[in-house]
């Protein structure tokens, strides 16, 4: 009853079926939507315990299911497409017949916005650590082989540690491993690995305690959270992002996927700012790319250079700006990023506005 009033609101109510052979289970997942992908369901399993759930424009569709029989720890995702259609194959520990596929838990098959949904956590093992800057490192974290979760482009997921007894937890921005896809030998399959780009605060909170994990230990990541999307590239022309610190960020997938997926591209530019040319993360893989890609420019802009920079300097101004967003074509369909500090991303958002940049062309990345 609850899930008929909401499709009333949101879209129709997905539902779900299973079936078997003698080695699989396959639990197929109807959303009656077409535009879902891998990105669309995360899925866990733990023990008996099955959870999938389906992300459907902004409501989350949960399978929650304490598994008659026991399962192997692997499993595949098939998404068709055109259909709307996911299919979970399972793979049977005894090759015997199941009567059922097993009881529900909690929140089982409900279909609720996702604002509403608690946060799921899963954890993840540290597999690499690479210093990047003097404060900053490259973190590769490997997902449990019983998790399939991509995180789309634009978005954060949640890191939880807890530290003398308090559970805390702070928000961190997918990277992919590399801006350039021959930079680094792609030795690690894909989907298990997910990289991060973390700086460390010597008298932060959390970073000391992240840095401190060794080789091996692990830390609990939430399942996915934002609200760029991605319609907002089709037919983009130009491409401007704007990106302080750390703020660089989700600016790695974007600027990946926009180059290589967005045919109507004309131009990519990055404005990236820094305290010193010291805390420029990836410099040499962002002068690189410009160099092989003639779509994509970047300019560095320090706010404490030394008196050998001859770049340019200061914080987001309506000179620096005015200057740096010239579209390709008069009229050109744009899109402008920005992502830093507060006090960067705000005044940035005002100063986009008084050069009549609607909300439209803007996605600022805030907490
Ligand atoms: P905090 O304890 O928060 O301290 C940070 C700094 O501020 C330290 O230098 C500390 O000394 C100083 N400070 C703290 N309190 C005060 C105070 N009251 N007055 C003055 N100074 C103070 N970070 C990344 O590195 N990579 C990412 O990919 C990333 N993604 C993010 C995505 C989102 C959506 C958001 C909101 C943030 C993201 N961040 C990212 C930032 C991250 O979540 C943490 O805020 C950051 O790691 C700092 O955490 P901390 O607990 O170590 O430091
Ligand atoms: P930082 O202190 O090294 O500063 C980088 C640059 O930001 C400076 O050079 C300056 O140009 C600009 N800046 C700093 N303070 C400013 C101010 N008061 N006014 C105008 N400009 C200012 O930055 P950092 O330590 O790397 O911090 C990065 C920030 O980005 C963090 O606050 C982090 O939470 C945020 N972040 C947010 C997301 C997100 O929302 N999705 C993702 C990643 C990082």
Known sequence: QVTDTLAKEGPSSPSYDWFQTDSLVTVVIYTKQKDINLDSVIVDHLDDSFRAETIIKDYSYLIHIGLSHEVQEDFSVRVVENVGKIEIVLKKKENASWKCLGHPLENHNSFIPKKDTGLYYRKCQLISKENVTHDTKLFCLMLPPSTHLQVPIGQHVYFKLTITGTELVKPYTPVSDSLLSEFKEQVLPNNKYIYFLIKIYSAGLFTPELDHLQIGDFVSVSNPEGNLKISK??????????????????????????????????????MFFNKTEDDIIWRSQLEKLAFKDKRFDVEFVLSAPTSEWDGKQGYISPALLSEFLKRSIDKSKVLICICGPTPFTEQGIRLLHDLTFSKYEIHSFTA
Do not use: C, H, W
Not at 242 to 255: D, N, S
């Open 233 to 270: 590239f089709q037919e983009l022309e130009d491409l401007f992002l704007l990106a302080a610190g750390t703020g660089f960020t989700p600016m790695v997938k974007i600027l990946n996927y926009a180059l290589t997926n967005i045919p109507s591209l004309r131009k990519v530019k990055l």
